[in-house]
């Protein structure tokens, strides 16, 4: 009898460490430590049954601090982007470029039917490619907009809806603290994944559009036309138009001049002519005030300004992506300076705030590195091959059940558990069946070892991506669904907690037809890449 159970956790040990995971989570123990604790555990048990030898624990202490500075998951530099990206989100939460953003959008999408909805939407679209720090934007948006929308008899449903959906595109749409993760998970390229995300992002973005515009259509007494009074704007200065105007081409004139000059190759002129434009539009904006063209310079300026540094950079080849973060966190000190709002007290909580989530990022990543580290090592991988290729799944139902897998996951535990317990162990098995997938994605079926790589390498691209579409829903799906909560906890009485699950059925459901459409069109996020970055 022993002899038959020693067999069998010898031979499973690698499923039951999974299924230890699954239990420790759902105790509602730190993830950090239910991951840690379950390797150490079963790293135990596996030397007790001869699967390991006690060597693994060194070669855990070497995956999660490394010794070259790259081969360790804590000194990989890919990830310093992660706490620059926290620090931009978090400073941009206190500069108030939201504030001035949504105002000018209300003005100028005001004869549009659902206009607020329609304004927040654009924001939080606009505000995701500067920040993928999802907490701070739903609290941010809750508390700008909710009031508004209620005070002018929104949908209760469709207001918290369309705020928590819209608020979450930065998980997706780049510079994204998950697609950081996943591309130092994968081995992959950030800033392709950066790029590759940029389309399916608008692409949800623009499912919400189309249907707060529906829904403004069918039933305007849920989305009312914004109060005329709301919305007043002084007219511009035309002396102040003509400055801005003068100022910016006398500007792009001499950096011009300058870039052809023998300081050509001395300074970067076409980024101190972008810096020269930017803090000529800030002054003006200020001159201006509450006018059209100051609502303009003040509320679109310093987004795309942000934009611009952190995915211009990459774009042009200036920056990577770890140095493309530093850039935005530089950047976002700028913006709140010329907001007026930096001083000592802000500065000291952004960087309060930005360590306690760096810190509990980086604590659950060695508890992943630890788990999958001790997880490879009793072979839980060649298990989890070995119970595919007994179901006998080819490449599509595998990539649809892992699909579900997900999504499934994402109502009980948050994108960053599911990114780090997921992707290692599924992304080489979707790895192995690239082949299969190279004609749906426009490619050759590979026919060498090179043009293997490359067709892998694409799939992963498209994987990653689809997996990141897919996990968004887990910030919108109860039980567990963490910018409900956020939301509930900022509005307070304004809204029910049903009030919340009701507004964001539709909204996921857009969702998963975004996800349906990426996959069924790959090109969605494979052309981009190709095109701006070969």
């Known amino acids: 009898m022993f002899e038959v159970l020693y067999d069998h956790f010898y031979e ?24 840690g604790g379950v390797a150490v555990s079963f790293g135990l048990l596996g030397i007790w049954l001869d699967v390991l030898d006690f060597a693994v624990f060194f070669q855990v202490v070497q995956r999660i601090w490394g010794g070259d500075g790259a081969s360790g998951a804590i000194q990989n530099p890919i990830l ?73 008899k929104y949908d209760r449903s469709l207001a918290t809806g369309t705020l928590a ?37 608008l692409l949800l973005s623009g499912l919400y559009v189309v249907y707060i515009v ?3 259509i069918i039933s305007p007494e849920k989305a009312p036309a914004i109060a005329e009074d709301a919305i007043q704007m002084e007219p511009s200065n035309k002396k102040n138009i003509l400055k801005f105007f003068g100022f910016s081409a006398a500007a792009m004139a001499f950096c011009y001049i300058m870039a052809e000059s023998h300081l050509a190759d001395v300074f970067n002129w076409g980024l101190i002519g972008f810096l ?28 795309i300004f942000l934009i611009t540094l952190v995915l211009g950079s990459i774009f042009a080849g200036w920056a990577t992506p770890t140095e493309a973060a530093g850039v935005g966190a530089f950047g976002s000190l700028i913006l709140a300076f010329a907001n007026g709002t930096l001083n000592k007290e802000v500065l000291r909580d952004v960087v309060h705030r930005t360590g306690l989530t760096t810190a509990m990022i980086f ?12 997880f490879r090592n009793v072979y839980g991988e060649d298990l989890i091959i070995e119970f595919i290729e007994w179901l006998e799944l080819g490449p599509w139902p595998l990539l649809f059940m892992l699909m579900f897998v997900v999504f499934i996951l994402g109502f ?36 060498n070892n090179a043009q293997i790589e490359f067709v892998q390498q694409q799939v992963l691209y498209w994987f990653a991506i689809i997996v990141a579409i897919n996990l968004q829903t887990s910030f919108l799906t109860p039980p567990f669904g963490f910018a409900l909560f956020y939301m509930k906890g900022v509005a307070k009485e304004m809204v029910s907690m049903q009030q919340i699950y009701r507004g964001i059925i539709p909204f996921v459901i857009l969702q998963l037809i975004g996800l349906g459409i990426v996959v069924a069109i790959p090109e969605i996020t494979l052309w981009l890449p190709s095109v701006l970055l070969n």
């Open 276 to 303: 020269m434009v930017f803090g000529i539009s800030m002054i003006i904006g200020r001159m201006e005030g509450d006018s059209y063209l100051g609502g303009i310079l003040k509320g679109f300026v310093p987004p």
């Open 12 to 35: 499973f040990i690698g499923a039951y460490m999974f299924l230890a995971l699954a239990l420790m989570l759902f105790t509602g123990l730190p993830v950090a430590f239910a991951l």
């Open 80 to 152: 310093v982007a992660i706490p620059c990206f926290v620090f931009m989100g978090t400073m941009l939460e206190r500069s108030k470029v939201a504030e001035d953003l949504l105002h000018i959008l209300q003005v100028l999408f005001r004869r549009v039917p659902g206009a607020l909805a329609l304004a927040v939407t654009v924001m939080g679209t606009i505000m995701a490619a500067t920040t993928g720090i999802i907490g701070a934007s739903v609290v941010m948006m809750t508390l700008m907009a909710l009031p508004t929308m209620i005070s002018q």
């Open 412 to 447: 009980f535990f948050d994108w960053l558990e599911i990114t780090l317990i997921i992707l290692p162990v599924f992304a080489p098995v979707i790895q192995t069946m690239a082949p299969e997938f190279a004609p749906h994605l426009g490619l050759e079926v590979p026919t």
């Open 165 to 201: 959906a819209s608020a979450t595109l930065g998980i997706l749409i780049p510079p994204s603290i998950m697609l950081v993760l996943m591309g130092s998970l994968l081995a992959v390229s950030v800033g392709n994944l950066f790029v590759g995300a940029i389309f399916p992002g």
């Open 363 to 374: 604590l659950i990543f060695v508890g992943a590195t630890a788990f999958s580290t001790i």
């Open 214 to 216: 529906v829904i403004g």
